[in-house]
């Protein structure tokens, strides 16, 4: 199944309301799910996008920042990296920490849709995108435009969540959202927003049917990589 379909799925307003109350404890939080290595797993995905330094990246759906600031990392001082997300509370989180962090690394915080990116066609270098691609309102669409506005043979890398085919990794993954996560959410009054997370799961495409809507979407190329045992996977294609 995929997240195109059910009706009881949260509208786009009811996601971007979840992630701005959530904001203030993004990070810890995704620290806690990814058992600390999400920094791991996002330098990943900036090395499968192939940015080299002096490219232009963007990074949808970007949160906090985490993942754009690995990008810029690579691509450095003659490069730039463009941060785009439709929540302002993280956006303002975002450059705080650009601006006491990483002041010197060329970057851009946008308010935007990742269903209609506010860039011309063929703009940049390489793509990435972090826990974005299960949340937008139109996985398609996603793709299509993350492909119309990369460079012909550049490359996303969108690193999300993954629903493993091993049943005693998905029984661990289901019992650690629902005795863990959503516990701990608790503690810091903050049930509703992280009950969505196993629902969001059960209606994401697998890696497979992911491969299968980036090459619909236009890709030349596509190939779904599965880390952390199946827990997580990272999608790369190729324009």
């Not at 199944?1 to 009811?14: H, L, R, Y």
């Not at 330094?53 to 963007?58: A, V």
């Not at 690995?70 to 490069?79: E, I, L, N, S």
């Not at 990589?225 to 324009?239: F, R, S």
């Given at each position: ?14 996601v ?47 949160g ?54 506010p ?40 690193l ?31 049930t ?16 497979s ?15 779904h ?15």
């Open positions: 199944m995929t997240n195109n379909s059910p009706s009881n799925k949260p509208s786009g307003e009811d971007r309301q979840i992630f701005a109350r959530i904001a203030p404890q993004y990070d810890d939080l995704n620290t806690f799910l990814s058992f600390g290595q999400h920094h791991i797993w996002k330098a990943m995905a900036v090395k499968w996008s192939g940015v080299l330094p002096g490219d232009r990246l963007l990074d949808v759906c970007c906090s920042g985490d993942l754009a600031f690995q990008g810029a990392k690579v691509v450095g001082t003659r490069g730039k990296v463009v941060g785009l997300d439709f929540c302002a509370e993280l956006l303002a989180i975002a450059a705080g920490k650009h601006k006491s962090k990483y002041p010197h690394l060329p970057m851009e915080w946008l308010q935007g849709d990742a269903l209609a990116l860039f011309p066609d063929n703009e940049f270098d390489g793509a990435t995108m972090g826990y974005g691609l299960r949340n937008v309102g139109n996985i398609p669409q996603a793709l299509t435009e993350l492909q119309r506005v990369l460079k012909p043979s550049r490359k996303v890398a969108i999300d969540f993954h629903r493993p085919s091993n049943a005693l990794v998905a029984n661990f993954q289901r019992w650690y959202l629902a005795n863990v996560v959503v516990p701990m959410a608790k503690q810091w009054r903050l509703e927003e992280y009950a969505y997370l196993q629902p969001s799961l059960d209606r994401f495409p697998t890696g049917q992911q491969v299968q809507l980036a090459l619909k979407a236009g890709f030349a190329k596509a190939i990589y599965p880390i952390a045992a199946g827990l997580m996977g990272v999608l790369v294609a190729e324009k």
